[in-house]
């Protein structure tokens, strides 16, 4: 398909681990990210990984990269109520634009 | 303040009338774009520009006119709103550097009655 999917919902308890996944669409995309949005704000970018990677760790962050699958998935270690918001997957599709999923909203029960 | 920002941060307006909505960044960044995010549709490209006095049509243009006289400002005009314009607009900005990552500004929700 032409779209980068995402599931819309995701709840998990304070303190567990949170998996956010998604497929892409354009496999000579050379980068891929993950946004945060909060509620009122913009999207500020959390994560990005490049296409050659097929890991890449940041802190609590952890994306995987499965370019057979088009697979992207972003780990969050340890989540806590400040991580509840709505993560956007986005590749890069040429110099000028990038595509985006339609956003999963993450809920951190305490 | 450096950043990019956006005004309004709130619009309410009425079907037919124009409305523009502004973007200004500080970072002198080349690329500047404008999204609509919709419930189950993401963020949709309506326009960017590459540079002062370059713009092109993203994925969703009609009803929109863009405009790039100064690097720093990124205009949307909505000629005669519709009430299918109803959304959240965002502004984002980039260098130009290959990594294409963008920053985006607070938004502006519009709604057109």
């Known amino acids: 398909g032409e779209d980068v999917e995402q599931s819309l919902f995701l709840s998990v308890r304070e303190g567990d681990s949170s998996v956010i996944n998604c497929t892409y669409t354009d496999s000579s995309s050379t980068y891929l990210y993950w946004y945060k949005q909060e509620p009122g704000a913009g999207l500020q970018l959390l994560t990005y990984i490049f296409s050659n990677m097929d890991m890449k760790q940041d802190q609590r962050l952890t994306v995987l990269l499965n370019k057979k699958d088009k697979h992207l998935s972003l780990r969050i270690a340890d989540t806590q109520t400040g991580d509840s918001a709505i993560y956007f997957c986005?590749?890069?599709?040429?110099?000028?634009?990038?595509?985006f999923g339609a956003g999963t909203r993450l809920t951190v029960k305490p | 303040d450096a950043g990019i920002t956006q005004s309004p941060r709130y619009k309410i307006t009425e079907t037919g009338r124009q409305v523009t909505l502004m973007c200004h960044q500080t970072?002198?960044?080349?690329?500047m774009f404008w999204y609509r995010q919709d419930l189950g549709h993401g963020l949709r490209l309506i326009y960017y520009s590459a540079a002062a006095d370059i713009t092109d049509k993203g994925e969703v243009p009609d009803g929109y006119v863009v405009s790039r006289s100064k690097t720093e400002n990124f205009p949307l005009t909505l000629e005669s709103a519709t009430r299918s314009q109803t959304s959240v607009y965002f502004c984002?900005?980039?260098?130009?550097?290959?990594?294409?990552?963008?920053?985006f500004g607070p938004g502006t929700r519009l709604t057109v009655l």
């Open positions: 984002a900005s980039r260098p130009g550097l290959a990594r294409n990552e963008q920053f």
């Open positions: 970072w002198s960044h080349s690329y």
């Open positions: 986005a590749e890069s599709i040429n110099n000028n634009d990038m595509r």
